[in-house]
């Protein structure tokens, strides 16, 4: 995910207590967007599983006619199958793969966030209607509790930014840690 998708995600499963109206109309649109964003990644991840088996055809016709391209000095499945298997353009489609699949699995933790958010704000207009949030005592500022969180997540995030940058400036330098 990109820094600006990654910013909506950020702000989607955010909840202001202090406008749970605008947080239930606009749930069902924010449910439906990572919905959407989830069959997209699983579309992505069935084109790169089609690759992979269509390539792994052509090599394996490529290493039975040509089993000197490939290594081989038999032509057995095993010897064929670990030929393919070894070939870089293989690797490289399976390496695509991963990460279709990784999206994957991104995307339905994501939907599964939204679901939780969805079951917050069902809770969250219960304990209003239910006048939690008022009393004789002087109640909590709801609304300042979430401002200071809401901060607390952002620097944990720009932490993180700062870290995996460090770490790629790391990896590129050949530094290892």
């Not at 695509?96 to 939780?116: F, P, R, S, W």
């Not at 207009?125 to 949030?133: A, C, D, E, R, S």
């Given at each position: 995910?990109?820094?600006?998708?990654?910013?909506?995600?950020?702000?989607?499963?955010?909840?202001?207590?202090?406008?749970?109206?605008?947080?239930?109309?606009?749930?069902?649109?924010?449910?439906?967007?990572?919905?959407?964003?989830?069959?997209?990644?699983?579309?992505?991840?069935?084109?790169?599983?089609?690759?992979?088996?269509?390539?792994?055809?052509?090599?394996?016709?490529?290493?039975?006619?040509?089993?000197?391209?490939?290594?081989?000095?038999?032509?057995?499945?095993?010897?064929?199958?670990?030929?393919?298997?070894?070939?870089?353009?293989?690797?490289?489609?399976?390496?695509?793969?991963?990460?279709?699949?990784?999206?994957?699995?991104?995307?339905?933790?994501?939907?599964?966030?939204?679901?939780?958010?969805?079951?917050?704000?069902?809770?969250?207009?219960?304990?209003?209607?239910?006048?939690?949030?008022?009393?004789?005592?002087?109640?909590?500022?709801?609304?300042?509790?979430?401002?200071?969180?809401?901060?607390?997540?952002?620097?944990?995030?720009?932490?993180?930014?700062?870290?995996?940058?460090?770490?790629?400036?790391?990896?590129?330098?050949?530094?290892n840690k």
């Amino acid at each position: 995910m990109d820094q600006e998708e990654m910013n909506k995600l950020q702000n989607d499963k955010s909840i202001d207590p202090e406008q749970l109206d605008v947080e239930v109309v606009k749930q069902a649109e924010t449910f439906f967007y990572w919905s959407e964003k989830a069959v997209e990644a699983r579309a992505e991840k069935d084109r790169q599983e089609m690759k992979v088996d269509l390539l792994r055809s052509r090599l394996d016709g490529e290493a039975r006619a040509k089993p000197e391209d490939f290594g081989l000095m038999k032509t057995t499945e095993a010897a064929i199958s670990a030929a393919i298997a070894c070939h870089e353009e293989m690797q490289a489609e399976q390496d695509k793969l991963i990460g279709a699949k990784e999206k994957v699995n991104l995307m339905d933790k994501i939907v599964i966030t939204m679901e939780q958010k969805k079951r917050m704000l069902e809770l969250l207009v219960t304990l209003h209607g239910q006048n939690y949030f008022a009393g004789p005592s002087t109640p909590r500022n709801i609304g300042a509790e979430w401002k200071k969180h809401q901060k607390k997540i952002e620097e944990n995030v720009k932490e993180k930014q700062v870290k995996k940058v460090r770490t790629r400036k790391t990896k590129k330098n050949g530094e290892n840690k």
